[in-house]
């Protein structure tokens, strides 16, 4: 309590600063341009009052402002950063952790930045956004990984691990990231003290990961922007890929008003069902029988290959015709009783060489019922929010294994593992065992769908998904959208991505949809949109393997589209070195029509 009294004194001490600070800045016209001199805590404060937010905080509390100099990347600018405490005073509780970047040279405009993985550190904010002249923000989603908790001042992205380990984030590839100890998974911090994951048990941290913290960190910006500049920025703009993709769908469906614009890469929008994904996996190979080794993977590419690379009118190694691949491996779309693996069935059930690591190899009954449940989608015991009925689950891709669906041990509750085997864990495993269980310890082989846990995983559905398909609000003031995910994506579902992408078309009509947004799919290309053809075609044979054209400019397009009404192409021409592609927008995928391979005109959207 006598914390608290403290912070109320502070604020009320900024409102006044704040007041005062404003008609200063208000009489200087043109404001948008700053130097060092400006960088400094008698001109943005040291904190902000609490009414400002439109989430329930403790208190905001401000750093010493930093000038960046022109030598710094992004430079010159004013970095700050901020504390934003917790209402709960629970030592589980944990504060938003923020950063803003002030450019010398302000374009009137600001971005929010997304965070990656399972969030913790703030992302960093010196690129291209802050170079063109936008102010740039973001947060460490209210926890804090790497041991740095509450630490409020530390440099801008300073413990973010950019680009690296954050696995659910803009992360290129990351192996191995679904499965901690296989590859880059989760960053554990070194020299800090040791992190504690107890804030997965606090309720506010939790709603602050899903939502609220990118309200409270925007609405703390804006505040910034206001004290440094004198104005609001005419355009605010989200963009984030993975977690900071689902992070841009739900603000434009929860807090429409805010953003003019949002672009979201491979966004993670069921994120409470995709962090127990993986465990329901584990789940259906607790029999031994049902165990999909790793001497499989070549087997398992093969066969969706040479089902599914001919669909898009050329065999080529890249299977662009998703829905029709996804609709035949699906079990539950189309006719009852396929058997989509049949050619690989081992004959009476019994695989004469389970060493067999080459393309011939057979599949036995139980693998395939485990392949079945990957490629399928998941039906709830009952509807999560938004009425979403169940979970996309994986499409057909050349990299079965990625991000540990597939993995080469057996963990504790699995028949055949020893009584002190390792419990399985991946990158989301606290959202299992400490959002879900609310037990850190917790096997997650032992939760059961359905069950004791049926009331708190429809209460994290509401927190935690990007689900909802109404974004009317969004597109009635303005607000323009791009998203774009790629079928070969392991660690977010795109099964999940593309059954949002229809539930929008089904809320909201095509008609309106194209009026605002954009939902891209880029074929065989994984969670950092890149991919290459496989090396042995849906024919067998041997090709070389090149990279999938992938490159546009997707923020560029989205400011376009929201500040000169240009709308981009429903399909947009992406390239690699020579080779070009259509980007198509769902369900259209680029056909193969005549001409060479590698020109984009040769292909046309089709569905
Ligand atoms: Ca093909």
């Known amino acids: 309590m006598k914390q608290a009294r403290v912070w109320m004194v502070l604020s009320i001490g900024a409102a006044v600063l704040l007041s005062t600070r404003s008609t200063v800045m208000q009489a200087a016209p043109g404001a948008g341009t700053i130097a060092e001199a400006d960088c400094t805590g008698a001109q943005l404060g040291s904190s902000i009052p609490v009414s400002a937010l439109g989430e329930p905080v403790g208190a905001v509390t401000l750093s010493e402002p930093r000038w960046n ?67 740039t923000y973001g947060s460490d989603s209210g926890h804090q990984i790497g041991g740095f908790p509450g630490a409020a001042g530390g440099p801008p992205g300073g413990f973010a691990a950019k680009g690296g380990p954050a696995a659910f984030g803009a992360a290129k590839g990351a192996p191995g990231a679904f499965a901690k100890g296989s590859g880059p998974g989760v960053a554990k911090g070194s020299g800090g003290p040791a992190p504690s994951d107890d804030w997965a048990l606090n309720d506010e941290a939790i709603k602050n990961l899903g939502y609220m913290q990118m309200k409270k960190t925007h609405d703390a910006a804006m505040v910034l922007i206001q004290r440094m500049y004198g104005e609001r920025p005419k355009y605010n703009y989200y963009v984030g890929s993975s977690q900071g993709g689902r992070e841009a769908l739900t603000v434009a469906q929860r807090y429409p008003a805010d953003y003019d614009g949002v672009a979201a890469n491979v966004p993670i929008v069921n994120f409470s069902t995709l962090m127990l994904a993986p465990e329901l996996i584990r789940m259906q190979e607790k029999p031994a029988a049902n165990w999909v080794t790793l001497a499989k993977v070549n087997a398992i590419r093969g066969e969706v290959m040479r089902q599914c690379d001919k669909l898009d009118g050329l065999v080529d190694g890249i299977m662009n015709n998703y829905m029709a691949c996804r609709a035949i491996f699906d079990v539950h779309q189309g006719a009852k009783n396929r058997h989509p693996w ?17 393309a011939n190899a057979c599949l036995t009954d139980g ?11 998941y039906p709830f015991a009952a509807p999560l929010a938004n009425n979403v009925k169940s979970f996309g689950m994986w499409l057909p891709n050349t990299d079965p294994s990625g991000s540990g669906l597939i993995m080469g041990s057996r963990f504790r509750g699995q028949e055949g593992a020893a009584a002190d085997a390792p419990m399985h864990s991946h990158l989301g495993a606290l959202g ?98 890149s991919g290459s053809n496989y090396a042995t075609d849906g024919d067998g044979k041997q090709i070389e393997s090149k990279p999938i054209p992938n490159t546009w400019d997707r923020f560029a397009l989205l400011v376009d589209w929201v500040e000169n009404g240009k709308a981009p192409g429903k399909s947009i021409k992406v390239i690699a070195g020579q080779r070009s592609l259509p980007m198509c927008s769902y369900p259209e995928y680029p056909k193969y029509s005549k001409g060479p391979a590698q020109a984009a005109e040769s292909y046309t959207c089709s569905a």
């Open 432 to 529: 299992v065992t400490g959002f879900l269980m609310k037990d850190l310890s917790a096997n997650p082989l032992d939760y059961a769908e359905g069950g004791k846990f049926a009331a708190r995983r429809a209460e994290l559905s509401q927190w935690l998904d990007g689900t909802n398909p109404d974004l009317s609000a969004f597109q009635k003031r303005g607000g323009k959208m791009i998203v774009a995910i790629g079928t070969n994506d392991t660690l977010a579902s795109p099964g999940a991505q593309l059954d949002y992408y229809q539930s929008v078309l089904d809320k909201m009509g095509r008609s309106k949809v194209d009026g605002f947004a954009r939902l891209y799919v880029l074929p065989q290309t994984g969670h950092g949109l």
């Open 69 to 135: 100099g022109a030598g710094k990347a992004g430079g010159p600018y004013c970095t700050v950063n901020g504390s934003i405490l917790p209402v709960d005073k629970a030592t589980t509780a944990r504060p938003i952790n923020f950063s803003i970047a002030l450019p010398s040279n302000w374009n009137g405009r600001s971005v929010q930045l997304g965070g990656g993985g399972m969030n913790g550190t703030i992302p960093g904010l010196a690129g291209s956004q802050l170079s063109q002249g936008y102010v």
């Open 342 to 358: 049949a050619a690989k069935r081992c004959p009476n059930n019994v695989d004469p060489n389970p060493a067999d690591t080459s």
């Open 367 to 377: 693998q395939i019922s485990t392949l079945e449940f990957v490629y399928t989608r």
